[in-house]
């Protein structure tokens, strides 16, 4: 004896059960790598905000006493200078007498979390370029 009243249930609560999961898994993945985009957007901008800095040699040490050093100020000004081109927040900083420090913080809106209240996500990147004279990258 056959019941083709009961054909089909378990197909329509599957859809109805699963659909919503799957909608929610896309939507995680979609702004899970929403996020991934903004860390390494963060880190390129202030890897390279850090060498435009970075490459500001103080002149007068270097001919003074053949020292070279970063020019503080020349590359703190540079360095917030590509931040600004760029349309980034972030701080740029003196990381020794040999190097400058950029922290960038990138915020991407979501699309499936705004559901749930959360509209954006933020990330932050830091990154710290070196100044290495010579040929041979020795500090002096």
């Not at 899970?32 to 880190?43: D, I, M, S």
């Not at 500001?56 to 001919?63: I, L, M, N, P």
């Not at 053949?66 to 000004?77: C, F, M, P, T």
Request: zero cysteines.
């Amino acid at each position: 004896m056959t019941r083709t009243r009961d054909r089909g249930s378990v197909t329509l609560f599957t859809a109805v059960a699963v659909f919503p999961l799957m909608l929610m898994l896309a939507g995680f993945l979609w702004d899970g790598t929403a996020k991934l985009r903004a860390g390494r957007e963060a880190y390129n901008v202030a890897e390279e905000a850090a060498r435009a800095g970075a490459g500001y040699v103080d002149q007068r040490t270097a001919y003074t006493d053949g020292r070279y050093i970063v020019d503080q100020a020349a590359a703190l000004r540079a360095a917030r200078s590509y931040l600004a081109t760029t349309g980034h927040t972030g701080t740029a900083t003196p990381a020794g007498t040999h190097a400058i420090q950029v922290r960038v913080r990138v915020t991407e809106p979501t699309l499936f979390l705004a559901l749930i209240g959360i509209n954006d996500i933020a990330v932050t990147g830091t990154a710290t370029a070196r100044l290495v004279p010579g040929v041979e990258g020795e500090l002096q």
